[in-house]
């Protein structure tokens, strides 16, 4: 029978490299028991960002005459293809690539308060790495916030979907960082998307959650 937990004692909080667009904050840190004992002490550690705490996610979409087609952008992820190693996952996988294809996202910043704030950092995000420039107001907020990896990230993903006309599309802008060079956009009939997911061809998780989402939103339309 497990043991009822009712406090952390927490015996250090520092910030470990400290500099980068990321840190990682560590917490030295035991268990209080409802009996009063008290675990081991041990490590728990979770990424920091100096700041922005949460990311808001857009579904880009568009109604053709073959369906409701989707925008993905393919944009550099340099991490995964230095850090992730394909022999050391559990079923075949190729290597990663330069680039992953992702909806739209971007860090809600802390100005970006309520509904509106959230509508506003997705119109915001649509502009800068989609090229449509859109609304606040035509923003579709796509239900509660979710944790991506609650094991090291406080980040939560806010989903959203905005319609867009493809022929109003202008160049990427992006936000001048080296990261944002050679992004690209491309669309795709939203059940292939989904179905891309499925494969593995997309591995992207929020990407397929706000897929999924999108589809259930304009179901329920």
Known sequence: MSEEIVEFIIDGNELVGEGGFLAIRRLRMRNRRADGSVSSPYVCDAIARPYGQDAVVVAV???????????????????LLLGRDPTRAP???PP???FLTELVAGIIEP????????????AHEV????GFVVAPAAVA????GMYPSPGSMIEKFYFTAVEVDPASQQPLAGDGSPMEEGARTRWLPLGDAIDACMRGDLVDLKTELGLRRLRDHLLVK
């Open 61 to 79: 979409y568009a109604r053709a005459a073959r369906g409701v087609q989707v925008l993905l952008r393919d944009g550099l992820r340099p991490a």
């Open 91 to 93: 079923l075949p996988e």
């Open 96 to 98: 990663p690539a330069m």
């Open 111 to 122: 100005g970006d308060i309520g509904a509106d704030g959230l509508r506003q950092r997705a």
């Open 127 to 130: 502009e800068e790495e989609a």
């Open 141 to 144: 907020l796509l239900g509660a």
